[in-house]
């Protein structure tokens, strides 16, 4: 028998429960814990008495301030190596200010200075990083660019392939610089974006955001150091749904896609939505992915998310590029 979308139940954990589930990934700076220490998050955890978004906020950007300002300091003294440093531990803080996704006041401001803090640190890169916007010619209330970070080798004599990147609900742009700086070792260029109802995206995710992609692809055309005849698509975690969602419905404007660990029908399935929520993502996960999708609450995703199976639209049983 189905599961009744009345039945499914919102399960959340409590702020010590979180902090357990975490050790290993806070011990060894695995995501999302990245340019943050074990002593640092002791800290702000033993400070937090709940997941309230703006409370959380708080403490993380509190900590992350003491490494901007140590920064900026060493900034000033010339002391460029301590200075990258410094910004990065900074950005990792204000990152997990705005974790999972930045949907309360306090997590939008965080958001805004881990993006500021990154690329800081990033100007002392031995790569280029420019900050880019795409014309997006959208609908009334979305957005007119979607904007995004382009890694380039310096130096570059030619055009370059280039590979789009962008992760989940909780992995924006700024957190996917380890992956782009293994595409620049290989001689092409990463374009990091945001999927649609994250980060600096111009629209929320829904059933037809794809079109989002059309004014990636259009921009990469206009940039004479890109090869857009030589173009991929890699989404990570709940992006790979749109990395296989795009790999059909722009199959003639890409080489290749990766569908990274991405959900196309089961994960929108109310069984599954009951069952994940007891699962390896720490808190909030309905309702991170309602955010992503113009919605908010846990009933609203439940509600919702059956929409947006790849399956029922049809759509992996067309053509698509090599996935």
């Known amino acids: ?21 975490w050790q290993n990934h806070i011990k060894n700076q695995l995501h999302p814990f990245g340019h943050t220490t074990y ?14 978004r703006d409370a959380w906020a708080a403490e993380f950007s509190k900590m992350a301030k003491s490494y901007e300002d140590r920064a900026v300091a060493a900034e000033a003294q010339g002391f460029r ?35 500021e803090m990154l690329l800081k640190a990033l100007s002392y890169a031995p790569y280029l ?16 660019a979607s904007i995004g970070y ?28 380890e992956l782009a700086e293994e595409i620049l070792k290989v001689g092409m260029a990463a374009l990091l974006i945001d999927m649609p109802g994250v980060g600096d995206a111009p629209l929320a995710g829904s059933e037809d955001a794809e079109r989002m992609w059309d004014a990636v692809f259009d921009w ?24 296989a969602k795009v790999a ?11 569908c990274h660990g991405g959900c196309a029908h089961y994960a929108f399935e109310p069984k599954w939505i009951e069952k994940a929520q007891h699962g390896t993502y720490p808190f909030e996960l309905a309702e991170t992915l309602a955010s992503a999708f113009g919605r908010d609450t846990f009933e609203e995703w439940v509600d919702y998310c059956p929409k947006l199976s790849l ?5 992996i049983d067309k053509p698509c590029a090599p996935l």
């Open 248 to 258: 059909h419905t722009h199959k003639d404007r890409m080489k290749a896609a990766v």
């Open 1 to 21: 028998m189905a599961t009744a979308v009345s039945d499914i139940k919102r399960y959340t954990r409590t702020i010590q429960e979180v902090w357990e589930m």
């Open 220 to 243: 990469i055309e206009t940039r004479k150091d890109l090869d857009a005849s030589r173009a991929g698509i890699w989404g990570g975690s709940t992006g790979g749904y749109w990395g």
């Open 39 to 52: 002593e640092d998050n002791e800290k702000i955890f033993k400070n937090l008495k709940s997941l309230d």
């Open 81 to 115: 190596d301590v200075a990258r440093e410094n910004y990065f531990t900074a950005y990792g803080h204000y990152r997990m200010g705005r974790y999972p996704a930045p949907n309360s006041p306090g997590k939008r401001a965080a958001y805004k200075k881990s993006q």
């Open 150 to 177: 382009l890694y380039k080798p310096r130096n570059a004599s030619a055009a370059l392939p280039v590979v789009q990147l962008w992760g989940g609900i909780d992995t924006f742009k700024e957190d996917r610089r």
């Open 129 to 144: 990083v420019e900050r880019v916007e795409m014309p997006f010619k959208g609908r009334s209330g979305e957005g007119a």
């Open 311 to 315: 399956l029922d639209q049809g759509v």
